[in-house]
């Protein structure tokens, strides 16, 4: 194993995004936020178990007027999507009228882009944007647009920096890809 190269259960994954180049965007994703949103109020939805990590570290940065609620949604088993969004902690915040951000750590399909939009539509909210850390556009099927993307990827799976293989390598400070 080389030594750039980690061991996560059955799978090797290599070094992809450096931790201080992720740490460059999220400021450069969080000073764009600030100056668009000028002057408004804005609510963070934080996308569960995924964006925990990237959520708090941008949301740090927001000079705004903000606050930040989450919801729990799960798709993904081992290394690959299900196409099938369970909610596991739904929606107990007042949105109405609000201008809302969602923040995720990455879209794949954009199934649970989709899912979370169609949820904050039936909610009135005044606007939506979305932030993600990572997109895999090969990947991505809907018409949603996407208004900061931190990184465009190739659709390979990644770990670290919130997101994991089978729960695990969410505590890497770095993104890692995974060796075929
Ligand atoms: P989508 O619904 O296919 O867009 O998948 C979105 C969710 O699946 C993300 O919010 C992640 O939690 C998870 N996911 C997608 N791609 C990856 C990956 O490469 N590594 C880890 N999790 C992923
Ligand atoms: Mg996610």
């Known amino acids: 194993m080389k030594s750039s190269e980690i061991q996560i259960l059955d799978k090797k994954f290599r070094e992809y995004i450096p931790e201080d180049v992720i740490n460059n965007k999220v400021l450069e994703l969080a000073e764009r936020i600030n100056s668009d949103f000028a002057g408004k109020e804005v609510i963070f939805v934080g996308v569960l178990n995924g964006s925990f990590i990237f959520a708090a570290d941008l949301f740090r940065r927001i000079r705004l007027r903000a606050r930040i609620t989450f919801i729990k949604l799960a798709s ?85 920096y919130g997101l994991d293989y089978n729960g695990e390598g969410r505590n890497l400070p770095s993104v890692y890809t995974l060796v075929k």
């Open 76 to 160: 993904y088993a081992g290394t690959s999507s299900t196409g099938e969004i369970r909610e596991l902690i739904g929606w107990n915040e007042d949105l109405k009228g609000k201008s809302v951000i969602i923040i995720e750590d990455i879209v794949d399909t954009g199934v649970t882009l989709e899912h979370t939009v169609d949820n904050l539509i039936i909610r009135n909210v005044k606007e939506i944007s979305i932030v993600t850390l990572l997109l895999k556009p090969e990947a991505y099927g809907k018409k949603i647009n996407i208004d900061y993307t931190g990184f465009e990827i190739p659709n390979e799976f990644v770990v670290g």
